[in-house]
């Protein structure tokens, strides 16, 4: 047990020296939540409404006071067959034009025009969640580094390890198989830590100020140790003469993962019959782990928490006993 310790730092000093270790660690996680945390802000679409007839000025303006509608006075029908985003408004009919793209905003036009009388629809308002789009797109890259580095971060040291002949060398030691597998987990432990820090401070940067506190530690641990445990149980079953098999198969297994799952996108934007599959696959649990802490500031559900446990000890309890120093 005493060779733990100095064992991880040695694997810290031996990989932190690598530059491509370096951006796996701190560089790509930043560039994952740059680019999906530009595609959360993208500006909404508007849809332009041209209206004509009666009380079409008060219309129009009405319509300007929403986030997604841009009312114009006058046009004709004719204006939507030769634009996307466009309808139009008979006021005096009562009549909407519009083509197939725009269908779905027919009834949410419909509720602005029925409430243009009512001002009185709501009586206040009260925001009771922080979940902005880019708290949501930060959290979900803090899941998919758990993922990424706990599975690709274990075949990665692994292989490495065996292509330098330095297995062999730690087979000759005196260090014990289970030193060597709680050693390499501890790494991806802390290499998660950092990713995750360069992530927070550019959620920061760009506005999302995330609640950090021992919970939200314990579950980024957890969530590493239980895919790493995954990496584990790949490389341990990958045939040694052709060790950069457990690579290929880690990546073919990771980036499905990643980007099928609430990382990136809610749930409801994936087809219907994919949504179990989505909202129950690990690394949603994780994400859904991580934003109750980070952003609702509340303890996980129990049993996610209890599904991810259980996970973590199925996949280091095989893991472990694949990946030896010594066959």
């Known amino acids: 047990m005493k060779k733990i310790i100095p064992t991880t730092i040695a694997i ?5 020296r690598s530059p491509i270790t370096i951006f796996f660690i701190l560089f790509f996680p930043l560039v994952l939540a740059i680019i999906f945390s530009l ?13 004509n007839g009666k009380n079409d000025s008060e219309i129009a303006s009405y319509l300007n006071q929403s986030k997604l509608f841009i009312g114009i006075v006058g046009g004709n029908p004719q204006l939507v067959k030769l634009n996307q985003q466009v309808m139009f408004y008979n006021s005096t009919s009562k009549k909407v034009y519009y083509n197939q793209l725009e269908a779905n905003y027919v009834p949410v036009l419909e509720t602005y025009l029925l409430s243009i009388h009512q001002k009185d629809l709501l ?25 990424s580095n706990g599975i690709l971060g274990i075949t990665g040291v692994g292989s490495g390890y065996y292509r330098d002949k330095l297995i062999e060398r ?23 830590i950092m990713s995750t820090i360069v992530v927070l401070i550019f959620g920061i940067i760009i506005g999302f100020l995330p609640i950090i506190s021992l919970s ?31 690579n290929t198969v880690a990546t073919v297994i990771v980036f499905p993962l990643m980007f099928i799952s609430n990382a990136f996108f809610y749930v409801d934007e ?18 859904d782990m991580v934003r109750d802490i980070l952003i609702y500031d509340k303890l996980p559900s129990p049993t996610i928490f209890f599904i991810i446990i259980l996970l973590t000890a199925v996949f280091i309890g ?6 030896k120093l010594r066959e």
Do not use: C
Request: glycine share 6%.
């Open 318 to 323: 095989i893991g472990s006993r694949l990946l």
């Open 123 to 147: 009586s206040s308002y009260e925001l009771i969640t922080r979940n902005t789009p880019e708290a949501y797109e930060i959290s979900g890259v803090i899941g998919v580094i758990s993922l």
């Open 270 to 287: 994936f087809p219907q019959f994919f949504r179990a599959f989505v909202s129950y696959q690990p690394v949603s649990l994780v994400n």
């Open 39 to 51: 595609i959360s802000i993208v500006p909404q679409q508007h849809i332009v409404v041209y209206v």
């Open 216 to 246: 939200f530690i314990g579950i980024l641990a957890l969530s590493t140790l239980m895919f790493s445990g995954l990496g584990a149980i790949i490389f341990g079953l990958s045939p040694k003469d052709k060790i950069a098999i457990s």
């Open 170 to 192: 730690l087979a000759s030691s005196p260090l014990k198989d289970y030193e060597w597998v709680i050693s390499l987990m501890l790494y991806e432990v802390l290499i998660t």
């Open 12 to 16: 810290i000093k031996d990989n932190l």
